[in-house]
């Protein structure tokens, strides 16, 4: 196949994407250029479905100090330091090679935060995946549970925390999600934007190897029966060659002569080079036998295409590039001049000898035509749970629930995972409503969460991402946090299906609605689009990566209850059906009625949260399960039981069960919780002692009376 | 008031844990430095640290290669130079590795790299420059976090009922007699498992582990 229309239909490029790179070059492009259109103009690289929709929601804010288009987003945090973080998918690498696939995914958000200038002191992982004991289902958990783990506790950054799924609608397309942090002062912050003619193009970090080519490609279609001989178009991570590599980047900097940088990721050498000319406004000339390479015969388009890991591009000033090698190579990295920064705005590669590509580095980094999909006039309406009556037996229901996967003990995925490393975690993995970490040298830190409810926005995607907007400033607040900005990883079906195109606007319309009414912005994140197999799409996912403040690390509230403390119920109680596990287990529906959102009283209450810290003991938002739940982690945290009081209701499960916004709670010293119940209400949030820690049972007066021990054996879901 | 006495942290490549320990020689009151693998210690150091990690990716036997650097082969000049060496998790590794320490250190039983906070306590072995101060029975929080922490010695736990200082109150890895750390005849080389680097502030959930740095730092004073 050599006509190079026939290649580019090959690789993805549509007739009408084809017509634009030729107006744009003004001929046709050749082999290799192809290639490089096909990968940049893919969805992974190019946001050419999503582009316009996000370009809808906030993106400035107070103390933001880089947003969208960086790699990372970064935001002020006190005392001359900001975070840099944000959320990244590797869903259908993980698909095909669980291990490689979450390890690679894992190594790429954290060059995303080197790249930035911060040290990685965070990871965080969110992850969905089918039945436990079905299909490759344990396989697959098994896999990415260790990719992550290998990559993390070898690079030496702590996992704090995140949530896994369990729902057969991804069982043919797990997602895996990962986020990550990290600290840098803020005159450290780095960029992309090459500068300077004549200034040097440096390559950094591993050799290129046929790995990952065209991966971003291969992110953006639907996975196939046959997927699994896809491993061609996975990465292979390297956590030694990624911490030396960190180590050698965060040591060189401006002074040293670095003027941009860029990690190697999707789309390799191509993206890099594409993207740093274009944000600089520069052409780049490349000579690709100059390319460190891990094996030979490696073709123009190999290299240009190679996703393989621990690479960067940095460019640096022109009298400096002899000094900089020796730094890289002082490090045991491998690092070549690849090229130099010229006036032109294009990107011109030589290999052999011969000019293999010239391309305007705009056209290629910001010019993909966008998709223009249709979307649906109106969403399928889902079906209301069925009148059920009220079981009998409510210590069963609890039982069942606190026995659900995604409810149970996650301890047998956290317990792989190395969460205090770098010495700053203050609450780490079941600790708390959030992981909180601390400043170097100071009592101020910040928490991290990340909330994932595709179950809720299957049934309506808008009012489920509301929910998890909301549940990200509770669980903040739990910690003694102030949510600060969000990173969005959006996860999605096929946008050619005119209802998940419409399901997908309605995502971002909520993010854009719920992010404005908070006051606050999206940093910047990930789409991953084409989540479907053989067993349909999945369900509309966004994970909420949220960021908040926390000001004083020793007064966080954590799940802690003591004997004789009381008890104390924020939150209006309810007695009427929204979706919620409950309606689930018992009607066996995976639709159901709409979740429940609130979220001016969620900001209210995290308000008041936020000001009862260190006069609140321990804290813990009611989510999946509902308050019953909650309350039941929060005992068994401790090994400390309860016995609390809620208002006559007409369906006491729902009160129990239900999952509800805008509801947490609390623990406090007993001459201190009727003030703070009585501060509650004046600010107009409901608010009731409801009763007082203590012995070996959990009773809810009248419904409930569980010893723990029933509920801890329910908990530790089975497992050792 | 005597000076802070010179900690080295050995740095190999793919060390993880040495700017926690660096912090924590600090909190301690020693002046620590970095010390790459790659060159042999300076006269001047009283005591060398090697951190947690994965030195050289751990890609072979965990601290097999680190064993073999140039700072490793120093250590037994700096013992004889009244000086003391600490291994912590990949640094008992490695000490175990170079002969150092006796015995050696397999994979968890059950298998699998494992994370949580643990209690030791403290044996009648915990004595010397370490443990100076540190009474028979004390408990210790810190956290563990390693793959291959499960120590053996060939000629079973009478070996080594002697050199024992902490051992684990819940034996998380199948170590023999739940030794969590061991001293070398000397009492000045000492490796263990868990982290006590980790355990230095109360607000990152424990400084439990400061003792030891704090004995080790009036030893190296009085004898000074």
Redesign the interface.
């Known amino acids: 196949m050599t006509d190079p229309a026939a290649v580019a239909a090959d690789l993805g490029l549509t007739p009408r994407e084809y017509a634009a790179i030729c107006d744009g070059l003004g001929r046709a492009p050749n082999r290799v250029e192809v290639g490089i259109f096909a990968g940049m103009w893919s969805e992974h690289s190019s946001y050419k479905s999503t582009g316009r929709l996000l370009a809808t929601l906030p993106r400035d804010g107070e103390g933001l100090l880089a947003g969208p288009g960086s790699h990372a987003g970064c935001v002020d945090v006190g005392e001359g330091w900001a975070v840099a973080f944000k959320v990244e998918s590797h869903n259908h690498p993980s698909a095909v090679e669980p291990y490689q696939g979450a390890a690679t995914g894992v190594g790429g958000i954290l060059r995303d935060v080197v790249a930035q200038g911060a040290r990685p002191c965070a990871v965080m992982d969110s992850l969905c995946f089918g039945e436990p004991g079905e299909g490759r289902t344990d396989f697959l958990v098994d896999g990415v549970v260790g990719g992550i783990a290998g990559y993390g506790n070898s690079y030496g950054v702590p996992n704090v925390g995140g949530r896994t799924v369990f729902d057969r609608r991804y069982a043919g397309n797990p997602l895996v999600n990962a986020l990550a942090a990290g600290l840098v002062r803020h005159d450290g912050l780095r960029t992309a934007a090459a500068r300077g003619t004549g200034n040097a193009v440096l390559y950094a970090g591993a050799r290129t190897g046929r790995d990952g080519i065209l991966g971003a490609a291969f992110a953006s279609e639907e996975l196939e029966a046959e997927h699994t001989a896809r491993r061609s178009h996975v990465q292979v991570g390297d956590p030694f060659a990624g911490k030396k590599l960190m180590e050698a980047m965060l040591s060189f900097g401006p002074d040293d002569g670095l003027v941009a940088c860029q990690d190697m990721g999707a789309v390799g050498i191509t993206c890099a080079m594409c993207e740093m000319a274009a944000a600089g406004g520069v052409g780049l000339e490349i000579d690709l036998d100059l390319v460190p390479l891990r094996e030979p015969g490696m073709d123009a388009s190999d290299i240009l295409l190679s996703e393989s890991q621990e690479r960067f591009l940095l460019v640096v000033e022109a009298e400096r590039e002899e000094s900089a090698l020796d730094h890289f190579r002082r490090h045991g990295v491998h690092a070549a001049v690849v090229g130099r920064v010229s006036d032109t705005g294009r990107v011109r590669v030589r290999h052999g000898g011969e000019v293999v590509a010239d391309v305007p580095a705009a056209l290629v980094a910001d010019g993909a035509p966008p998709a223009g999909w249709k979307a649906a006039d109106v969403l399928p309406a889902a079906a209301p749970y069925p009148p059920f009556s009220p079981p009998s037996d409510l210590g069963a229901v609890l039982r069942t629930l606190l026995a659900d996967p995604d409810i149970a003990d996650a301890g047998w995925i956290t317990g792989r995972y190395d969460a205090t490393v770098g010495n700053r975690t203050v609450r780490g993995p079941g600790e708390a409503e959030a992981a909180v970490l601390k400043l170097p040298g100071s009592r101020r830190g910040f928490a991290l969460v990340i909330e994932n409810r595709g179950d809720a926005c299957a049934v309506d995607p808008y009012l489920g991402t509301l929910a998890c907007l909301g549940a990200a400033r509770r669980d903040l607040a739990c910690a003694g946090a102030d949510l600060v900005a969000i990173t969005d990883g959006i996860n999605h079906g096929s946008p050619g299906d005119p209802v998940e195109f419409r399901r997908l606007t309605e995502v971002v319309r909520a993010l854009g609605d719920g992010l404005r009414r908070l006051g606050i912005p999206v940093t910047g994140g990930n789409v991953s689009l084409y989540n479907e197999s053989p067993l349909g799409a999945i369900p509309p996912t966004p994970m909420i990566g949220a960021l908040g403040i926390v000001d004083d690390v020793t007064a966080v509230p954590g799940w802690r209850i003591t004997d004789g403390e009381s008890i104390l119920l924020f939150g209006e109680v309810r007695d009427v059906p929204a979706h919620s596990r409950y309606g689930h287990i018992v009607t066996g529906s995976l639709e159901g009625h709409p979740p429940a959102v609130d979220l001016e009283a969620e900001d209210r209450l995290a308000r008041f949260l936020l000001g009862a810290v260190g006069r609140i003991r321990g804290a813990k938002a009611t989510g999946t399960g509902g308050p019953a739940v909650a309350l039941a982690k929060l005992c068994l945290h401790s090994g400390v039981g309860a016995r609390v009081s809620l208002p006559a209701a007409g369906r006491p499960d729902w009160v129990l069960f239900g999952e509800y916004p805008a509801q947490v709670w609390a623990t406090a010293p007993p001459d201190e919780a009727a003030a703070i119940a009585a501060g509650a209400a004046a600010a107009g949030i409901p608010c009731r002692v409801a009763g007082t820690a203590g012995g070996g049972r959990l009773v809810v007066e009248g419904w409930l009376d569980e010893p723990l021990e029933a509920l801890a054996a329910a908990f530790s879901g089975g497992r050792p | 008031m005597n000076a802070a006495p010179p900690a080295a942290v050995i740095v190999f490549?793919?060390s993880?844990?040495d700017?926690?320990l660096f912090?924590?020689f600090e909190r301690a009151g020693f002046a620590p430095a970095y010390h790459l693998s790659s060159e042999p210690l300076e006269p001047g150091v009283r005591v060398a640290g090697l951190p947690?990690?994965?030195s050289?990716?751990?890609?072979w036997r965990a601290g097999m290669l680190a064993s073999q650097a140039p700072a490793v082969r120093s250590l037994p000049d700096l013992v004889a130079r009244d000086g003391l060496v600490l291994g912590i998790c990949n640094g008992f590794q490695i000490l175990v590795e170079s002969d150092l320490l006796p015995g050696a250190l397999a994979g968890n039983a059950p298998p699998?790299?494992?994370?949580?906070?643990l209690e030791v306590e403290t044996t009648p072995a915990a004595a010397g420059p370490w443990f100076s101060g540190i009474a028979a029975g004390t408990v210790l929080r810190m956290?563990m976090?390693h793959g291959e922490g499960r120590y053996l010695h060939p000629d079973g736990p009478g070996a080594i009922a002697g050199r024992m200082p902490l051992r684990y109150r819940a034996n998380p890895n199948g170590s023999m007699a739940d030794a969590a750390a061991l001293l070398d005849e000397s009492g000045r080389i000492l490796g263990v498992m868990p982290?006590p680097?980790?355990a230095?502030?109360?607000?990152?959930?424990s400084d439990d582990g400061m003792a030891l740095f704090r004995s080790a730092r009036a030893w190296l004073e009085g004898s000074g």
């Open positions: 490549p793919g993880n844990g700017r926690d912090e924590t947690g990690g994965f050289y990716g751990d890609y699998g790299f494992r994370h949580r906070w956290p976090a982290h680097e980790r230095s502030e109360p607000d990152i959930g």
